[in-house]
T-cell receptor
Framework: GAVVSQHPSRVICKSGTSVKIECRSL??????MFWYRQFPKQSLMLMAT?????????EQGVEKDKFLINHASLTLSTLTVTSAHPEDSSFYIC????????????FGPGTRLLVL | SQQGEEDPQALSIQEGENATMNCSYK?????LQWYRQNSGRGLVHLIL?????REKHSGRLRVTLDTSKKSSSLLITASRAADTASYFC???????????FGKGNQVVVIP
């Protein structure tokens, strides 16, 4: 149980385009999901906390107009990288909290974004 | 800010040997967690140790927590080639559910 999926697994896009990444909790409800970014050989950096039915909370230094987050249901959160540029190329990982259990986050497999 | 911070290490060991990695943090925590990440993949939760616990075991994993030194260690005993991965510690502070990840340890187990 507690499986989280991400789609797409990898995407290549041209500079200036927008890319949407989906994060789904497949067999549980998640009122809270998190979005992380990971550059090569580096650790995960929390970008934002996504709460179902409310606005996301962004970490300091993360542009909310650049990284749009929508958490429209208890099983789906989306991250849209708007007007992507090569420096946005990274590995984006989401995680989800099982509703009622706050200690353990279940991670998705990640999405590799390459902006040309 | 980064709280869970382990010395970024690259460990290369022979299969069957033990692998130890450390993690330090700066402020009081509610719990500390260890994760494994295979290359290009998501994270797998390994073990959680609460601030009032000192040691925890899970299979071949042994985690210790020293809150006075604000440090934790992860020991993998009798390592296997399949243990080759990056290992991250992450801390959770009181009052929130966000994870602060450390820099990670790259472990290579040579068959």
């Amino acid at each position: 149980g507690a499986v989280v999926s991400q789609h797409p697994s990898r995407v290549i896009c041209k500079s200036g385009t927008s890319v949407k990444i989906e994060c789904r909790s497949l067999d549980f409800q998640a009122t809270t999901m998190f979005w992380y970014r990971q550059f090569p050989k580096q650790s995960l950096m929390l970008m934002a906390t996504s709460n179902e039915g409310s606005k996301a909370t962004y970490e300091q230094g993360v542009e909310k107009d650049k990284f749009l987050i929508n958490h429209a249901s208890l099983t789906l959160s989306t991250l849209t990288v708007t007007s992507a540029h090569p420096e946005d190329s990274s590995f984006y990982i989401c995680s989800a909290l099982l509703s009622g259990r706050w200690e353990t986050q279940y991670f998705g497999p990640g999405t590799r974004l390459l902006v040309l | 800010s980064q709280q869970g911070e382990e010395d970024p290490q690259a460990l290369s060991i022979q299969e069957g040997e033990n692998a130890t990695m450390n993690c330090s943090y700066k402020t009081s925590i509610n719990n500390l967690q260890w994760y494994r990440q295979n290359s290009g993949r998501g994270l797998v939760h390994l073990i959680l140790i609460r601030s009032n616990e000192r040691e925890k075991h899970s299979g071949r994993l042994r985690v210790t927590l020293d809150t006075s030194k604000k440090s934790s260690s992860l020991l993998i005993t009798a390592s296997r080639a399949a243990d080759t991965a990056s290992y991250f510690c992450a801390t959770v502070f009181y009052g929130n559910n966000r994870l602060a990840f450390g820099k990670g340890n790259q472990v290579v187990v040579i068959p």
